[in-house]
């Protein structure tokens, strides 16, 4: 018999990306992993970008304090950069890097915002800030 643990629950239902609706902002790649003994610890990526942020700090501590407060998850910040999100055009470019995280993985970064809009061109760059 298999038993799901609630931290691979937990981490099942997190969205894979969740973004401003428009602008151009600031944007982090988060590892997320269970805190569980028999988890295996590969973890989930997960993207999250918003123009309320002033560093990707910001978002990072936001993101993060939400999903360690039930003490089965566990996040680290693998990198960030910016996204600009036209919805008016159905397009999303992903470009720059963290000056505090140093550069997400634009690639994998593209392939979760192709899950949440699949109508979308969504490109990335590694020009830019």
């Known amino acids: 018999m298999c038993t799901q643990t609630k931290a691979a629950a937990?981490?099942?239902n997190i969205p894979p990306a969740d973004i401003d609706p428009s602008g151009v902002f600031k944007y982090v790649l988060i590892r997320v992993h269970s805190r569980e003994e028999g988890d295996d610890d590969?973890?989930?990526d997960i993207v999250r970008?918003?123009?309320w942020a002033e560093y990707h700090a910001d978002i990072y501590d936001k993101v993060s304090e939400e999903l360690e407060k039930?003490?089965?998850l566990d996040c680290e910040c693998i990198g960030g950069g910016r996204?600009?999100?036209e919805p008016q055009d159905k397009k999303i470019h992903v470009y720059g890097y963290s000056m505090g995280f140093g550069r997400?993985?634009?690639a994998v970064t593209t392939e979760?915002?192709?899950v949440r809009y699949?109508?979308?061109e969504v490109t990335w760059s590694n020009d830019g800030y």
Do not use: C, E, F
Request: charged share 15%.
């Open 10 to 12: 937990l981490m099942m």
């Open 42 to 44: 590969s973890g989930v």
């Open 49 to 51: 970008g918003y123009g």
């Open 70 to 72: 039930g003490g089965h």
């Open 83 to 85: 996204i600009k999100h």
């Open 104 to 106: 997400a993985n634009h």
């Open 112 to 114: 979760k915002l192709k």
């Open 118 to 120: 699949p109508d979308y």
